[in-house]
């Protein structure tokens, strides 16, 4: 059986969505829980239902969105709405984007500390 997610910003929300995402679908699904902070699954619309996708946290803090891991550590930060979909979609492997590959490279040479 599979180990339970420790989500950081419970419940999970399924996106299931062919092609690029566009401000439209992602303000739809994540904006009302901004605030507090949502924990979205990027999945391609069909497949089994079990089926994995790309995990995303984010936040809004002040006038910034943050994205975080499952440890709530953050990863990156945008002050710009359509920076997280240009991020969204380049991570999920929609949309290359040469300026977010930087951004990438830098957040996966981060170290997170875990403690349990």
């Known amino acids: 059986m599979p180990t339970p997610l420790n989500l950081p910003y419970p419940p ?3 996106l ?3 092609g690029e995402v566009d401000s439209k679908a992602l303000t739809q699904s994540v904006e ?4 507090a902070g949502a924990s ?3 999945r391609q619309s069909a497949g089994d239902s079990r089926r994995g ?10 006038s910034a969105y943050v994205f975080s891991s499952f440890a709530r550590a953050e990863v990156v930060r945008f002050q710009d709405w359509l920076d997280c979909l ?3 979609n380049h991570v999920s ?4 984007d040469s300026d977010m590959w930087s951004i990438v490279a830098k957040a996966n040479l981060r170290k997170d500390e875990y403690t349990n």
């Open 53 to 62: 996708g790309y995990f995303f946290h984010l936040r809004k803090v002040d």
């Open 12 to 14: 999970l929300i399924l």
């Open 86 to 88: 240009r991020f969204i």
């Open 93 to 96: 492997g929609r949309k290359f």
């Open 40 to 42: 979205f699954c990027l």
């Open 16 to 18: 299931d969505l062919d």
């Open 32 to 35: 009302s829980r901004l605030g």
